[in-house]
């Protein structure tokens, strides 16, 4: 059973968002990409935490982190966007912000639930127009799914399989292949909010029991569609 620690539980599953400043582009080439991608590998190995998808869009990024000491979460992704907005400002020779505010994180419960939160990363582009399908975007964890990168490879596939539940690459790979379709038809706008601004999203006892693990008192749990999420009382 994951422990409380300030906020962050060891052992579970966080979706991560980050957007540019002001909404900006500053993704938009290639390099910047790329960058971002190294260094989210060298995060992983220097703070042990275990990417488990990912997606870095030209104005901002989403994560699917877990990592068996939780506070670890929050101090690799402050090393890994100071790195990146401290990259962006000495090869532009600009100062100020590359992030807007702080990243969003929302806990998620392992299974059918991060399942989910897994497409919606994955499908990121497919909805915004850019792509036709999500192996058409180059910085996106679901090409590691299918190619997998012989140096640098960032997803950790046994913790995803495990999270999971899937016994092997080859039953996630049918399995994500066969949903890719079917997610888009039956996507509701609504419900994709809950992915970026809810706090926890999973069955109603076990947002209760994780809740309470981090100290969170001021959450309201609520369902729409179907699912379950935690999210500020004055929300």
């Not at 300030?6 to 400043?21: M, P, Q, S």
């Not at 104005?59 to 401290?86: A, D, F, P, T, W």
């Not at 058409?136 to 299918?146: I, P, R, T």
Request: aromatic letters at 12%; charged letters at 25%.
């Amino acid at each position: 059973m994951p422990r409380r620690t300030r906020g962050w539980l060891d052992n579970a599953c966080y979706h991560i968002t980050h957007r540019c400043h002001n909404r900006e582009f500053l993704f938009r080439y290639k390099k910047y990409r790329w960058f971002y991608l190294r260094q989210l590998f060298e995060m992983s190995k220097r703070y042990k935490i275990d990417i488990l998808d990912y997606i870095v869009t030209s104005n901002h990024v989403h994560l699917l982190l877990s990592s068996g000491k939780g506070k670890r979460i929050s101090e690799g992704l402050c090393y890994l966007h100071g790195r990146m907005g401290q990259f962006y400002n000495m090869e532009t020779n600009k100062s100020g912000s590359f992030w807007s505010g702080r990243f969003h994180s929302t806990l998620i419960q392992d299974g059918k639930h991060l399942g989910e939160c897994l497409f919606y990363i994955d499908l990121n582009m497919v909805r915004a127009g850019v792509v036709r399908h999500p192996m058409e975007w180059d910085a996106s964890g679901c090409n590691e799914f299918y190619r997998p990168k012989q140096r640098y490879r960032i997803i950790n596939t046994n913790r995803l399989l495990e999270v999971l539940a899937m016994p092997d690459i080859g039953s996630f790979r049918k399995w994500h292949t066969s949903t890719l379709d079917d997610i888009i038809t039956r996507e509701d706008p609504a419900r994709l909010e809950l992915w970026t601004k809810a706090y926890a999203i999973g069955e109603e006892e076990w947002l209760s029991c994780k809740l309470r693990e981090a100290g969170i008192k001021r959450m309201k749990i609520k369902s729409s569609n179907g699912i379950s999420f935690a999210i500020g009382e004055n929300n």
